[in-house]
């Protein structure tokens, strides 16, 4: 699975804005078993050590966790890319459509 994280780091304080992204991945290996010869006398170790169709396909739907951390460290890395804050603040949206394009 690949997911584009992006995120908008306001700091008041400072009266700076930074908007960025970075894409993250998951995996995981799965061994499916298809037309398995049911003669096979090691068939029930092989289907004992498979995965179901239904474990891949849930894998595949289950949302990916990212760490806060994983957005802090990145937006550190990303410091210099921080900007002033604008009098008035664009919408969230606004802000989130921008994160990673540079503007």
């Known amino acids: 699975?690949?997911?584009?994280?992006?995120?908008?780091?306001?700091?008041?304080?400072g009266r700076t804005l930074l908007t960025d992204s970075f894409t993250t991945q998951e995996s995981k290996t799965f061994s499916l078993i298809e037309n398995l010869n049911e003669q096979d006398r090691y068939?029930?170790?092989?289907?004992?050590?498979?995965?179901?169709?239904?474990?891949i396909v849930?894998?595949?739907k289950h949302a990916m966790t990212i760490p806060f951390t994983r957005i802090l460290?990145?937006?550190v890395k990303?410091?210099?890319?921080r900007r002033p804050l604008p009098k008035?603040?664009?919408s969230a949206a606004t802000l989130l459509t921008r994160a990673g394009s540079g503007r």
């Open 88 to 90: 008035k603040l664009p």
């Open 43 to 55: 068939s029930a170790e092989h289907q004992a050590e498979a995965n179901t169709v239904e474990e």
């Open 78 to 81: 990303m410091a210099a890319k």
């Open 58 to 60: 849930e894998f595949e």
């Open 73 to 75: 460290d990145h937006a």
């Open 1 to 13: 699975k690949e997911a584009l994280v992006r995120y908008v780091i306001i700091d008041r304080k």
